[in-house]
């Protein structure tokens, strides 16, 4: 059984850099079955795909977000982490790490295996 869990600051400030590390369980994230997520829930809205990391270390990003996104991982640790830099309130949502078994995909109703959930708030 896959288990991912999410951890990083609860509150950043408008301009800064929001930072979230997801640790893996149960699965190498160099296992090529799996491709990693950083799926996000702005209060009120739907689930929004922001990016993955596969398991070569390959990277695709939403492109409403590629500019500010970057997907890194950390093999010594198996863990993947996301950086969203320049944020505004608008970034303010619940931040999940999620898996997927065998395709890549942007769908975040498709993932297989999902971390609890890690409330963001930005704000000053």
């Known amino acids: 059984q896959v288990q991912l869990q999410e951890s990083g600051p609860g509150l950043v400030k408008p301009s800064q850099t929001l930072s979230l590390a997801c640790t893996v369980s149960?699965?190498?994230?160099?296992?090529?079955?799996?491709?990693w997520s950083w799926i996000r829930q702005p209060p009120g809205k739907g689930l929004e795909w922001m990016g993955l990391?596969?398991?070569?270390?390959?990277?695709y990003y939403s492109p409403s977000l590629q500019s500010r996104t970057s997907i890194s991982r950390d093999t010594s640790k198996n863990q993947f982490s996301l950086q969203l830099t320049s944020v505004t309130p608008e970034d303010t949502a619940v931040y999940y790490c999620?898996?997927?078994?065998?395709?890549?995909?942007?769908?975040?109703?498709?993932?297989?295996?999902w971390g609890q959930g890690t409330q963001v708030t930005v704000s000053s």
């Open positions: 149960g699965a190498s994230i160099t296992n090529s079955a799996y491709a």
């Open positions: 990391i596969t398991y070569d270390g390959s990277t």
């Open positions: 999620a898996a997927k078994r065998l395709v890549l995909t942007t769908v975040p109703g498709e993932y297989d295996y």
